[in-house]
């Protein structure tokens, strides 16, 4: 029998009046979704039948299906290695030398802000384009050039990934920074530089957004949580290989051809990765998605046809990357809100641990390596528990993380000249609490809106967390002068806001991802097809409202 095409249904399957299909004696027939029926099937399901795993195995379902994890393989390495170089070069590209007397028998405070730039080997932009002293800014401004390229990117690629497609978005503006990289690298002038780094932060910064969603849109809801913290296992070695290749080369431009290289061998792979089953389906291109389960079924080697898979339908919509439609409902709304806030409020707690952490002592190469190699055994084991105990327990228990590490460091004990309680836990705040965070809060955003507008509202709320990233080291530097742990205490009140709004949100573990606003604005929950443990068969999909 076809696993695909059949589903099993249990003897108690009663018929809805005026419907040919069976359902469950226990659904209500005047609840049932107008636009998918008792024996359609979703994605979810269609890769849960791929994968074909015993009960207890069901949270690996992605080792067992190849191709996912293949796909998933793929994205992670040429996109999540990558974006660490991008984020990361501009800081270590803008690094200030340091400070020789040009005139060794008059030295002053002038001549010693004058360079003597044969004595510096590393090449940086400062020694580049001879930024001195009272041209300091403008080294410390490319630095976050990048920034507002990336905002404009975000809006751009999330528009374009939910009108156009995954695989089209992302593809096309990965080759497209691989010419812009490459052209940042033989920048001539400082202005030169700034332009072609904001390019580059519109094009391949954009992408790291809807890369994510690409990837997890192939991945089954029981494995989502693995797939994510694997993923992010690429963006620490990313993270930690940025300063060992800018302390090997000692040359702001290799970085850039290296992201050039890199992003076109990307480009040119990713190709190779099929268009998002689910954005596929949302979009009515029933051809292209039996194509591509097709092609999953056949690396699997399974002898299924996707041709008698009979899949749901989505309703008509032209709601595509429009994200102003989300207005147009209360339940809608007020979702985004209580995401975007808290994308914000994690990007806030983040950059300020990160900015106590700042002042360990060491390199500044050495730091941004031992935490990106901190960070990736924490990130398997957030994927862990998410999967085991949810997403919204997950986030509830690392606010309490914060909360307590913020609590302890109102008493602060000195070890030793460079390490102290507050160092040691803000540490721990930012690796095992808010850095986390970010890890659940994407999974959440993502499994909470619809796929017409994941990218888009995804993307929104990232470029809305740029500004909880700007404003930790205003704030602490202005409540500081109020009084020494006030910020501290702003930690604990954000955080406590932050458990209330994630009370609000429904848990979306072990639920399918929704196509439409519609179905999010009707509080509609899609249920995975489960495996029924003691008959060995598939239970039918069911639809239900949201109590």
Known sequence: MDKLSTTTTKADDSQCPGDNTSRPSSSDCSSASPFMDSNSLTVEDAYARMSDTPPKDQGCRMIHNRATLLICLVISLFGE????????????????????????????????????WETNKHRTIVTEFNLQCNEFYRALASAVFFLPGMAVGLILAGFLSDRLGRRVTNVSLMLISAVFSLALSFSTTFHMYLSFQALLGVTLGGTMVTRVVWMLEFVHDDSRAYASAISAQFYCLGTALVPLADYLLQDWRYLHYIIA????????????????????????????????LQRMVNFNRQDINVQELRMRDVPKHKESGNLCLVFSNLRTVLLLAGVTFLWVQTSFLYYSFIHMVGELNGTIHWNIAIMALLEGPCLLLTGVITTRFGRRSTLLGLFLVVIATSTGSLFNVPFSPHWDLRRILSLLGSKAGSGPMWFVVYIITIEVLPTSVRSIGMSTCSMAARFGAAAPSFLISATTRVHPNFHYLLYITLSCIGIGVTWLLRETKGQGLRETLGEVAKGQSIHRSRRDSSEGAFQKIEIYNDV
């Open 261 to 292: 290289a890199y992003a076109l061998i990307g480009g040119i792979v990713l190709m190779w990765v099929p268009e998002s089953p689910h954005w596929l389906i949302a979009n009515h291109k029933t051809e292209q998605l039996r194509s591509t």
């Open 81 to 116: 290695t990558l974006a660490p170089f991008v984020v990361l070069a501009p800081i270590f590209q803008s690094q200030v030398p340091a400070k020789e007397c040009s005139d060794v028998a008059n030295c002053t405070e002038e001549t010693l802000c004058s360079w003597n």
